[in-house]
């Protein structure tokens, strides 16, 4: 419901999710923080500045954006659909970060996990459409959430905190059923395979290529195992918004440790080092050479993004 003791919560708790959390599963909830050992740390004291602390206007806001909504299995599905449908929208809540916010903020449920914007990074599109389009399979699926790796790239930013200390956490039935839900299919998927266009080995991007990115990703964009991700078929390099590609780039990526399996060093920043010209050349090539995108830009638009991604990144560290 959103209301705590002292006073109406931001949504920024996700309680416009977690009220499809059964009241069996919030019982269990109550139990398991009841016999946890307190912490130590003193609360701090809130300092929301006025009039973000007169949480009387969050009631305004719920009578237009929040109805309660019990979880309601579908059918017409299959029991791994629907248990994948509940862990993801109430425990799980995906859809506060991947579905897009109206003027006032609410998830606008028509969108449902059609991808947003959350602070200077792009949450794609996780519908089955788009994730089978990009090549996608179950075993992708499952080792994302699972490990924060799959043959289609790694998670970074809030994502990565996300997998490391909650999604990685499913066991094997709930991996597939978060698999079976993502791709809208009881079957496993197979994927496409992951290929190379070398036709595309020429011209002033692939020099930058060979120059700046081939020492940890590989000639043929390979990767390295627990290093560097492999190229080939990744996700941000084969999505249309090219925006995490360019965070990714200008800013680098810090070091991501999953497990004493899985890790991957950090990627330094190439903001200062590339002109929009060479930037346009880099990421045309990539496109070509890792992809089945037909995403190109002129010199222009890619001066126009760069622009995009650095003043979220000035907005993003406020």
Not at 121 to 140: E, F, H, M, N
Not at 171 to 176: E, H, V, Y
Not at 240 to 250: G, K, Q, R
Request: hydrophobic share 35%; charged share 20%.
């Amino acid at each position: 419901m959103g209301v705590a003791p002292k006073g109406n919560l931001y949504p920024a708790m996700p309680y416009t999710s977690f009220d499809k959390i059964t009241h069996e599963d919030m019982q269990a909830l109550y139990a398991y923080f009841m016999d946890i050992k307190p912490s130590t740390q003193p609360n701090p004291d809130n300092d929301v500045m006025f009039p973000a602390n007169i949480r009387m206007g969050l009631k305004a806001w719920n009578f237009f954006n929040f109805s309660p909504q019990k979880y309601v299995m579908d059918n017409s599905k299959s029991e791994d659909w629907n248990r994948g449908n509940y862990i993801l929208n109430s425990f799980g809540h995906c859809g506060e970060c991947h579905t897009p916010r109206d003027i006032t903020f609410a998830m606008e449920e028509d969108k449902h996990y059609q991808g947003a914007m959350i602070g200077n990074v792009w949450a794609p599109d996780i519908t089955s459409k788009s994730l089978i389009a990009q090549g996608w399979s179950t075993r992708d699926v499952k080792d994302l959430l699972s490990t924060g790796y799959s043959r289609k790239g790694t998670v970074v930013g809030e994502m990565y905190t996300a997998i490391y200390h909650s999604l990685s956490k499913f066991d094997a039935q709930d991996l597939q059923a978060a698999a079976v839900y993502l791709l809208d299919s009881d079957k496993d998927v197979a994927g496409t395979a992951l290929t190379v266009n070398s036709e595309a080995n020429q011209g002033a991007g692939y020099q930058l290529y060979l120059g700046y990115c081939a020492g940890c990703h590989g000639i043929a964009g390979e990767g390295k195992p627990n290093f560097a991700p492999g190229l080939a078929g990744n996700g941000s390099l084969a999505h249309d918004n090219s925006v995490n590609l360019l965070v990714a780039t200008l800013y680098g990526i810090q070091p991501q440790h999953y497990s004493t399996l899985v890790s991957f060093d950090d990627m330094p920043a190439f903001g200062n080092k590339l002109s929009d010209a060479e930037l346009t050349e880099l990421v045309n090539y990539l496109k070509a050479a890792f992809t089945e995108s037909p995403v190109r830009y002129t010199v222009a638009q890619m001066g126009a993004l760069r622009k995009e991604v650095e003043d979220n990144q000035k907005q993003a560290t406020h």
